[in-house]
């Protein structure tokens, strides 16, 4: 009895002790980055850092701006393309296509999760940006590379499909079938249900799977990195090219040590980043909480 | 053929009443999933009267109530023979359009699912989807159905917060008014009252009680004592089969088949 006993307060004192390192190691990281960017903290303005858009290490102008933008137009564009696509697909799977569609269709979604970055961004390279150079832009009189946003919004899409339409399916399937039929049976027409009943029901959880997208969006690197064209300039359109934060981390890692405040430069890119997915995650968990007060 | 476990009986079960037939049920085989639910049913409810489907669980009586709304239609492979006519009409006909059908027909569930919306949206959500667009004549469709399930007075002030945040019973009764407001000539009641307590439990059903000058309805339901109070017409339903179907009194007191004597005393469930 005492050795069950023990167990048991041992179990309750190991899981506290892990909660405590998870979240040790988010403060460790926090600071981190914050104490080795505090160099060009004191070196210059937050606001200039910030607003600024020329990038020029070796004249010691660091103006994050470009990246910035270039974070938010990858993103923005991923989610314009995803978020559609998935919601639509997700539907289908679970109103439309029975349990036998289903089975099949979602362990091949979950197999495009597990396939490694590098392998979209080859495929970005090899399929998309020659699509968005030659056919793409051409339709809209725009001369371009194709190594653009767009060709980093379109592969970043296809890369968070798997996480939302999994989540979204799984949300769509909570949606009480008693619920559905209290719809029907005034005699809506399915698409009526499906739009004003089960879209409503679920828009929570439908927002918390898009979250879910985006924060993977925001810190995706490689695939991104090799579609964007890496300019650091502030994209104006579609068809320019953009330079991501991660990207930026990536590309410059090795050669930072060579120039001063290059590296507190790169570190206060990574710890601009994690504060714009923490401020991100806040307010969508406000909003979220919000909306399921008005439910 | 499938073998009968009551007496065979006539072939369709009709009572001697004045009033003419609403429903028809004729000859009605169907299968979920290969599972044979429902046999050869052949029922004829007569208009303006309750109706209350009785039988232990798993008989088939949800699935019978569902079929005379088509709400089967989406779930699951269902394979029916047989028709079921609403005022002379086959609801089963190829041409027959589902949500006309389904509008002729108010659903009040085991639960009470109020649509995630606001009160007054949730009744005016039907006439809304008909093509009713005049904010005058959606008020006084709302105001006349909440009236009718005496919910008015408690909710006027609220109508447009959320219908989840009434109680249950209240719930079940916007249920209710949400139905009848697409004007149905029908109701059916799936358990209504299963997870009321007992004063909303009472109030549904004298609501039910008063319904009936206007509406036909049809209740499935698990206790005896409900259909006592309420019904007209009793059907007993066994095994996907009917047993027995008559006037409440004469099911409840003077059972002819054996089965029925069984289930009404108790000694099946």
Redo the contacts between chains.
């Keep these: 009895m005492k050795f069950r006993k023990f167990k048991d307060n041992l179990f309750k004192s190991h899981s506290i002790l892990l909660l405590c390192l998870a979240i040790i190691v988010f403060i460790a990281l926090f600071v981190g980055l914050l104490v080795k960017s505090l160099p060009l903290l004191q070196a210059e303005k937050l606001s200039d850092l910030l607003l600024g858009s020329i990038w020029s290490p070796q004249k010691e102008a660091f103006g994050f701006l470009p990246f910035i933008t270039g974070t938010l137009w990858v993103t923005g564009i991923a989610l314009v393309i995803a978020v559609p696509i998935c919601i639509m697909a997700a539907i289908y799977l679970v109103e439309y296509g029975g349990n036998s569609l289903r089975k099949l269709v979602l362990p091949l979604i979950n197999v495009l999760a597990a396939i490694p970055p590098v392998l979209y961004g080859v495929w970005g390279v090899l399929m998309v940006v020659p699509a968005v150079g030659h056919f793409i832009a051409p339709v809209f009189s725009v001369n371009s590379t194709g190594y653009s946003v767009l060709s980093g919004g379109i592969v970043l899409a296809v890369m968070i499909f798997p996480i939302m339409i999994s989540v979204m399916v799984e949300v769509l399937k909570t949606v009480p079938q008693d619920l559905k039929a209290a719809s029907l049976s005034l005699g809506a027409t399915k698409w009526e249900t499906i739009t004003k009943v089960i879209l409503v029901k679920a828009r929570t959880g439908l927002l918390a799977a898009i979250i879910l997208g985006v924060s993977r969006a925001f810190g995706e690197t490689v695939a991104v990195l090799m579609v964007c064209g890496n300019v650091p300039g502030i994209p104006k359109s579609l068809f320019d090219a953009g330079y991501p934060l991660p990207a930026l981390i990536a590309n410059n890692f090795g050669e930072m040590m060579s120039i001063p405040l290059y590296d507190s430069a790169l570190m206060f890119a990574a710890l601009w980043l994690f504060i714009m997915i923490l401020a991100f995650n806040i307010v969508s968990r406000m909003i979220l909480k919000q909306m399921e007060e008005r439910l | 053929m499938y073998k009968s476990i009551g007496v065979e009986a006539e072939k369709t079960q009709t009572i001697n009443t004045q009033l003419p037939a609403h429903i028809e049920v004729k000859d009605l085989n169907l299968w979920l999933d290969n599972k044979h639910i429902l046999k050869n049913i052949n029922v004829s409810i007569p208009k303006h009267s309750i109706i209350s489907i009785i039988g232990p669980s798993g008989c088939g009586k949800s699935t019978l109530l569902k079929t005379l709304?088509r709400?089967l239609d989406?779930?699951a492979v269902i394979q029916l023979e047989g028709s079921v006519l609403v005022a002379g009409e086959d609801i089963y006909a190829k041409d027959a359009e589902v949500?006309?059908i389904?509008?002729r027909?108010?659903?009040l569930?085991?639960?009470p699912?109020p649509?995630?919306?606001s009160i007054f949206d949730n009744v005016a959500?039907?006439p809304k989807?008909?093509g009713e667009r005049n904010k005058k004549i959606l008020e006084q469709i709302v105001h006349e159905q909440l009236v009718n399930v005496g919910l008015w007075n408690e909710v006027k002030d609220r109508l447009h917060s959320?219908a989840?945040l009434l109680s249950i019973g209240q719930q079940q009764r916007l249920?209710l008014a949400?139905?009848l407001a697409?004007k149905p000539e029908i109701i059916?009641g799936d358990e209504s009252t299963s997870a009321l307590d007992p004063i909303s439990t009472q109030t549904i059903e004298n609501l039910l009680i008063s319904l009936k000058d206007d509406y036909t309805i049809v209740l499935v339901t698990h206790i005896l004592r409900q259909a006592r109070r309420v019904s007209d017409y009793i059907l007993f339903l066994y095994d996907g089969e009917v047993i027995e179907f008559g006037k409440t009194e004469d099911i409840l007191l003077n059972p002819k088949q054996e089965l029925t004597q069984k289930y009404v005393k108790g000694f099946i469930s």
Excluded: A, E, W
Aim: aromatic share 6%.
């Design positions: 709304n709400l989406d779930s949500t006309t389904r509008k027909m108010g659903l569930s085991q639960r699912f649509l995630p919306m959500y039907g989807i008909h959320s989840s249920c949400r139905g697409v059916l």
